[in-house]
């Protein structure tokens, strides 16, 4: 080859970005469907969430049979889940699994951090650059980057200078991690540090806790799957995944179809006392069907929990600084916990509040507050992440006129039915921003996603078209039906990443919604609506 020549670029017919649960499906069904495709993933392996988030502590927050894949019997039949809500190292052997079982690795180039997506109007083609210099071209691109995939890593002052190991949840070193006799330091209380604590709490000589903003925290309830359980489990896979499909999020609960208003004092404390003694997120999602719309039902699912904490931490001015006072229950997140306020009577911790003393800078042997210097062996990023759009905002997406992504989606984004936004031609994004499987348990709704979107570009290949992009009026009408659809829910009146709100990032407190909480069945049909229509609202040529 001459020096002046270039090698070919290879070219595909779908370009997937990510190799977690919702990557590896729409590779099986490209597959499935005859087309070529190609995964590019940062890391060395599959798992994308389960790969990253190494932490102690790290698991399911939703039942484990309900998140497995429900598209092979053949993985139904052979995989036994050992807890009920399985950890982080089981997660990912079920997803190295999953790509054995399949050769999914054959078609997945590994370490490919992608920079830049350029669409090519001259030939209705992707043009995907990666780090390594590395390009591919292809005919439809697909994200599969989930929207907790980008770690928000502060910017203290002498973080540099600290002179013993510090990280990032979500950058987790792969060797063992040992807290015995350690002092540590935990910056952060929200759903990754409520795990990540109770594990550092147990071992540890000191454990400093940095909290801002306590958070409503609910018992997880795990325990172990016994053979005879999986059997039974196994056997009733078919109705399982019939309810996580018709039910609000997903999840195998769904709301009480009883107002909490509606019902007497006694009845309504003794579902909150079921609930708060039962496993995962019924309290959350399972609860009356008017605690996460009305303000006065919130109020008594409020007042229940905060009386819970304040009788299970033992120092009752501590229990205060653990009780929200700007959120009622559930109306964000709700991190799940196994033992969390009971960390907070033992003797080795200490709760921080930066609200009375704030971090001034890192030193080298710990965190320097306003009133003092704490000292560490080792110091947890515990910051969350830059939610639903840092991972968009990570890759320079060009689209038509070589407008990017960022300037679009610059007020906040806009899509059509969650899966793909106007002036990016030939581009899908699963478990994209305004999105069903946003506020969902997530392998229900990216199963939905990856079978929708591969049956609509199975048909697009069968055909002479080339281009299909999406029409503005649809996409007005989706975004304004997303936005209607938070306005009843308490969510919207909470800052929150729900909300696109960040008080880590400098400038994000411009309030837009960015999941979808119509539900997954009125999702699913509208979806499906959309497709017996013709694919109405995509303009196809």
Known sequence: ????????????????????????????????????????????????????????????????????????????????????????PENLRYLQHVSNRFSLSEDIRFESIVTECIFDETCDEWEVHVEDGFRVRCRFLVTAIGILSKPLIPDFEGMDDFKGPSFHTARWPHDEVTFEGKRVGVIGTGATAVQLIQEVAKTSK???????????????????????????????????????????????????????????????????????????????????????????????????????IRERVADPKLAEKLIPTDHGFGTRRVPMESGYYEVYNQENVLLVDLNETPIEKITTDGIQCSDREHPFDLIVYATGFDAVMGPYNSINFRGLNGRTLAEKW???????????????????TLVGPHNASTFCNMPRCIEQNVEWVST????LFSSDIRRVDVEFEAEDDWTEHVHESAERMLFSKVDSWFMGVNKNIAGRDARTFMLYVGGLPRYTELCDEVARDSYRGFVMS
Not at 412 to 428: V, W
Not at 456 to 459: K, R, V, W, Y
């Open 410 to 428: 610059e007020a906040g984004p806009r899509t059509y039915l969650g899966l793909a936004t106007a002036g990016f031609p030939n581009m899908f």
């Open 206 to 308: 000191q454990l400093t806790i940095f909290q801002r903003s306590p958070n409503w925290c609910a018992p997880l309830h795990n325990s172990p799957i016994e053979s005879t359980e999986m059997a039974d489990i196994r056997s009733r896979y078919d109705d399982i995944f019939e309810r996580c499909r018709n039910s609000f999020s997903g999840f195998i609960h769904d709301s009480d179809r009883r107002r909490a208003l509606e019902v007497s004092p006694e009845e309504r404390e003794a579902l909150y006392e079921e609930l708060y003694a039962s496993p995962g997120f019924g309290i959350w999602i399972g609860n009356f069907r008017d605690v996460l719309v009305d303000e006065q039902a919130n109020a008594t699912l409020t007042d229940f929990i905060a009386q819970k």
């Open 456 to 459: 609509f570009i199975e048909q």
């Open 1 to 88: 080859m001459k020096e002046d020549e270039s090698p070919e670029i290879p070219s595909y017919g779908i370009v997937i970005i990510g190799a977690g649960v919702s990557g590896l499906y729409q590779l099986y069904k490209s597959r499935e469907i005859g087309v070529s495709a190609l995964v590019l993933e940062s890391g060395t392996d599959v798992g994308g969430t389960w790969y990253w988030n190494r932490y102690p502590g790290a698991r399911f927050d939703s039942e484990s049979y309900s998140y497995g894949y429900s598209f092979s019997q053949e993985l139904l039949d052979e995989w036994d889940w050992q807890e009920r809500f399985s950890a982080q």
